[in-house]
């Protein structure tokens, strides 16, 4: 006689749809609830975006569409760089090395932070220059992209905060954060080339006599500090040997982001009237926006009034920046400037020679097209082929036999 677990058992083989009587299909009965979980599941995965089914613009590049491309936009970069070009060549533009000068030669290092040379350089304009005439400071071989030497700075005591003395010792490093008074050096034992600004600080822990460097950081202390001309202005020789100042300005230099936000005069003290002189001075905010390449210029003064005459133009130059420890070279730059900016020759080239590079493709292209394309043919005769849409939005390619 069969018991009720034996009845139970014979249901679960013989009574599920799609099975054969007396198979074990203990493993395939599912509840109500879990059939209701999975239709659920499966249902958040059929909407047109998770399916990819959402209307699309789809290009098909097609011969004609290829070539014009290439052929316009080729055609376009040539124009562009006609135009930068022709504006280039329009930059009138002198310069002359004054390092190699044996009066202006400073040596390798400056032994004595007041140590400087006065000497004469003179530039021949054989061109008219308009106003603006841009007077720059042109550096050769000189890192200033160097990861150490561009992360030695403190923008927070550059923005007139103060910073404790722990924090400028890690901002600034490797460069100094505090001096010497009575050895002229910084703490960590060597000279400097730009003169001593900086005031007492009772944060200092040193048995030293000792000062806060305000600015700190090597950016900061390897500030160009050449003095070009006397009193910011320039002497033109005419060619009847009569002598005439020009004047130029040192404001409006720098970039009105920095004048009006970055660079701040910080309380007293520790700050002091010497150290928010050059930290508000613009030639130095000028020089703390660090070159991205070795050789590299910098504006120094803008002569917005009148006009160069062709002559010989003399600068009266004190020398204090040493270049030849690290094989660098020092140059006067006197240039005017057009609606793109300085000369940039190798940009109107580059655009030219990629025009030229997409147009001789688009016009390989359309020869290939015309004259060397293969015939599209099926086992009965030449294939054409159909582009059209069908009603769920896709497009569909077909190929039929010509007639």
């Known amino acids: 006689m069969a018991s009720k677990g034996d009845n139970e058992d014979a249901k679960k083989t013989n009574n599920v749809p799609g099975t054969e009587p007396g198979q074990d299909v203990s493993g395939h009965v599912t509840t109500r609830s879990q059939d209701r979980v999975g239709e659920r599941g499966s249902k958040r995965y059929l909407t047109n975006f998770k399916q990819q089914k959402l209307r699309a613009w789809q290009p098909i590049l097609t011969p004609g569409w290829v070539i014009s491309t290439l052929f316009l936009g080729g055609l376009v970069c040539v124009i562009i760089g006609g135009i930068i070009l022709g504006y280039s060549n329009r930059v009138i533009r002198y310069s002359k090395r004054y390092d190699n000068i044996p009066d202006c030669d400073v040596g390798d290092e400056i032994a004595q932070p007041n140590f400087s040379k006065t000497c004469s350089v003179s530039i021949d304009v054989t061109q008219r220059m308009a106003a603006p005439v841009f007077l720059y400071y042109k550096l050769n071989n000189f890192y200033q992209n160097h990861r150490r030497y561009v992360a030695s700075r403190s923008d927070q005591q550059l923005h007139g905060d103060i910073v404790k003395v722990s924090s400028l010792k890690r901002q600034c490093a490797p460069g100094p954060?505090?001096?010497?008074?009575?050895?002229?050096?910084?703490?960590?034992?060597?000279?400097?080339?730009?003169?001593?600004?900086?005031?007492?600080?009772?944060?200092?822990?040193?048995?030293?006599?000792?000062?806060?460097?305000?600015?700190?950081?090597?950016?900061?202390?390897?500030?160009?500090?050449?003095?070009?001309?006397?009193?910011?202005?320039?002497?033109?020789?005419?060619?009847?040997?009569?002598?005439?100042?020009?004047?130029?300005?040192?404001?409006?230099?720098?970039?009105?982001?920095?004048?009006?936000?970055?660079?701040?005069?910080?309380?007293?003290?520790?700050?002091?009237?010497?150290?928010?002189?050059?930290?508000?001075?613009?030639?130095?905010?000028?020089?703390?926006?660090?070159?991205?390449?070795?050789?590299?210029?910098?504006?120094?003064?803008?002569?917005?009034?009148?006009?160069?005459?062709?002559?010989?133009?003399?600068?009266?130059?004190?020398?204090?920046?040493?270049?030849?420890?690290?094989?660098?070279?020092?140059?006067?730059?006197?240039?005017?400037?057009?609606?793109?900016?300085?000369?940039?020759?190798?940009?109107?080239?580059?655009?030219?020679?990629?025009?030229?590079?997409?147009?001789?493709?688009?016009?390989?292209?359309?020869?290939?097209?015309?004259?060397?394309?293969?015939?599209?043919?099926?086992?009965?005769?030449?294939?054409?082929?159909?582009?059209?849409?069908?009603?769920?939005?896709?497009?569909?390619?077909?190929?039929?036999?010509?007639?």
């Not at 150290?275 to 070795?294: Q, Y």
């Not at 002569?303 to 420890?325: C, D, H, K, M, Q």
């Not at 582009?387 to 077909?398: C, K, L, P, S, T």
Request: net charge negative; hydrophobic share 40%; with cysteine.
């Open 177 to 403: 954060y505090a001096f010497n008074t009575s050895t002229n050096m910084s703490l960590d034992g060597h000279y400097y080339i730009q003169p001593n600004y900086r005031s007492n600080s009772s944060e200092i822990d040193s048995e030293l006599d000792s000062r806060l460097v305000i600015p700190c950081g090597l950016v900061a202390w390897s500030f160009f500090n050449d003095t070009i001309g006397v009193n910011d202005s320039i002497t033109f020789v005419s060619s009847d040997s009569n002598f005439v100042n020009i004047s130029f300005s040192t404001k409006g230099i720098a970039w009105n982001s920095d004048i009006d936000t970055k660079f701040r005069a910080g309380p007293d003290p520790p700050f002091s009237s010497e150290n928010d002189d050059l930290i508000t001075d613009e030639a130095f905010m000028v020089w703390m926006r660090v070159a991205a390449l070795p050789d590299f210029q910098k504006l120094y003064g803008v002569i917005r009034n009148g006009t160069l005459e062709p002559g010989r133009y003399i600068f009266n130059i004190t020398a204090r920046y040493p270049v030849a420890s690290f094989g660098g070279e020092k140059y006067l730059v006197l240039s005017t400037t057009t609606w793109l900016g300085g000369p940039n020759r190798f940009l109107g080239i580059l655009y030219i020679v990629v025009g030229c590079i997409a147009i001789f493709l688009a016009i390989g292209f359309l020869f290939q097209y015309l004259f060397g394309q293969r015939a599209m043919t099926g086992k009965d005769g030449p294939v054409v082929w159909n582009r059209y849409e069908a009603n769920d939005g896709r497009v569909h390619i077909q190929g039929t036999l010509r007639a």
